[in-house]
């Protein structure tokens, strides 16, 4: 792994595992306590859509990324905070929809041939400087606006009734929060890919969760199990020559996996721990 | 009557096209002890959502401390009935009840005296030695307790509980319901309870909701407002309670 480090690309995917493993740890715990995780994908899904207009138009790549994924997280988020019921299927057409723009609008683009594989999985390994900056400014927007919003956001994700009465701004801070999971995906998705992104989301903070009394922590253990997750999952496909975000995923999904065989076993000692000696009748 | 601090007039609301209230008319005084009593989907709830400003009524009015629900539902402390959501929430008691500090308009979120006041409103529900248990390790009965407290926290003018005793025991109910009792020295509280027995010695009045409203402002529990309420007969049994003479109410209610 040392010295894979003398690659200037190897340390610039370190670093945006890096990045991208604390913006998903805290956005991702978000989604997840707030059960978002479909809207997440919605919005990563939609933002294909983005990358189309951007050739067809020519316009910049960001530009048209950032602007639709904005534009679906805003609907998205509309439709759950005002029928939250029929949320699910809003989203569902959004996420479709967004994506054969996309695949339309390039197949109309002359002379472009946009790799779906890597929309999926990501490079990693061809991560430009310029998104590192990106990343950290994104992540540094992210820290402080959760340190500074954190008893609102614990409150809203809890119980958002409750915090309506007691005059917390609910729609705006929710909105607030999915614009940055939104420029959160559309960031991490040319570095990892849309796979990746969910599972980035999804595994470490779910992990988290279970073993956390807070929310605070819940979105710090969940950044250290997405860097420990990004690392080795770098040092292996390093080592096999394999697709670096696919082996991150199969990575986190092995430590869910464990983590939930753990649960299970540690759940039946504790059962047997519990149950009363049987007792023998003498008579 | 004395200004009332609760004040619905003629208030309708309907749900997709079904009403759930009709002609709802309560005038509630201030340091009223009221118990709204009736049977399920007879519109308990949603009436406590309108008092909250949480719902808007399709017709009539609803003031609160003279201000529309909306303006003053930071000054009404208010424990929902359904505790069960959100239950593997990675939050613990105290966060919990601190919530019920938060107001609009301040930078700092919580402060040591916000500490303070969560922990002695755990502590008057005999819950302060959770304080840092995780929402989810506590049994139902518990949780309605850390829910009450957290109501308790702001020291709201008014106390609006939806069913507060659904999972605590006899015990916590007595003891639940002397601690109303002593709070009501100082404030309104609107309960909704089923325990209509138990409750019969601490309210000072009682709403029968099934969409429409009979106000009883003595606190006894007849039998005709039971069948009413109930729309069957429900058997009363006054245990120990001497002073509980079941009278039947005047026509026109």
């Known amino acids: 792994m040392i010295e894979a480090l003398e690659f200037e690309f190897m340390r610039n995917a370190l670093m945006a595992g890096l990045f991208a493993s604390l913006i998903c740890g805290m956005i991702g715990s978000f989604v997840v306590v707030n059960r978002l995780v479909f809207l997440a994908g919605g919005i990563a899904h939609s933002a294909f859509g983005g990358i189309g207009i951007a050739f067809f138009f020519g316009i910049p790549y960001l530009v048209g990324t950032l602007g639709v994924a904005l534009a679906a997280a805003i609907i998205m988020t509309g439709v759950v905070l005002t029928r939250k019921s029929r949320a699910d299927t809003f989203i569902g057409i959004l996420w479709a929809v967004g994506m054969a723009i996309g695949i339309i609008l390039m197949d109309l683009s002359p002379g472009y041939n946009v790799n779906l594989m890597s929309y999926l999985f990501g490079s990693i390994l061809a991560v430009p400087k310029s998104d590192i900056y990106w990343m950290a400014g994104l992540s540094a927007v992210i820290v402080l606006s959760t340190y500074f919003f954190y008893r609102d956001i614990l409150a809203i994700s809890y119980d958002d009734e409750f915090a309506r009465l007691r005059g917390v701004p609910v729609n705006l801070i929710y909105f607030l929060f999915i614009a940055l999971v939104a420029v959160g995906i559309v960031l991490i998705i040319r570095v990892v890919g849309l796979i990746l992104i969910i599972a980035l989301l999804t595994i470490p903070p779910y992990i988290a969760e279970k073993y956390c009394r807070s929310l605070a922590r819940m979105m710090i253990v969940a950044t250290l199990l997405s860097m420990a997750f990004n690392l080795s999952g770098l040092w292996i496909a390093y080592c096999y020559d394999l697709t670096s975000g696919a082996t991150i995923i199969l990575v986190a999904a092995g430590a869910f996996f464990i983590s939930m065989v753990a649960d299970m076993v540690l759940k039946k000692l504790k059962k047997q721990g519990k149950e009363p000696p049987v007792s023998v009748n003498p008579t | ?253």
């Not at chain 2, 138990?198 to 099934?210: D, E, H, P, Q």
């Not at chain 2, 606190?219 to 509980?244: K, N, S, W």
């Open chain 2, 1 to 253: 009557m004395k200004h009332p601090i609760i004040d619905v007039r003629n208030v309708y609301f309907s749900y997709n096209g079904s009403p759930i209230l009709t002609n709802i008319c309560l005038q509630v005084p201030e340091k009223e002890f009221v118990a709204f009593i009736g049977p399920n989907g007879g519109g308990k709830t949603t009436l406590v959502k309108l008092l909250l400003g949480l719902l808007a009524p399709d017709q009539g009015t609803i003031r609160i401390m003279d201000k529309p629900p909306s303006k003053v539902a930071h000054r009404i402390g208010y424990a929902p009935q359904d505790m069960s959501i959100n239950k593997a929430f990675p939050i613990s008691v105290l966060d919990v009840v601190l919530m019920g500090r938060l107001s609009a308009h301040s930078w700092v979120r919580v402060s040591r005296k916000d500490i303070m006041a969560a922990e002695k409103a755990l502590e008057s529900l005999e819950m302060k030695e959770y304080k840092d248990r995780k929402i989810d390790d506590l049994s139902g009965g518990q949780r309605e307790r850390v829910f009450i407290a957290r109501a308790l926290a702001a020291d709201p003018e008014i106390l609006l509980l939806d069913e507060p005793t659904a999972n605590i025991d006899s015990h916590g109910r007595t003891y639940l319901y002397n601690l109303l009792k002593e709070l009501n020295r100082t404030k309104t509280i609107v309960v909704v309870s089923h325990d209509t027995m138990v409750l019969s010695s601490y309210v000072t009045a009682v709403a029968c909701i099934n969409r429409d409203l009979h106000y009883h402002d003595e606190a006894e529990i007849t039998q005709e407002m039971m069948d009413m309420g109930y729309h069957c007969p429900v058997e009363l049994i006054a245990h120990g309670i001497p002073h509980r003479i079941l009278k039947t109410h005047g026509s026109g209610e």
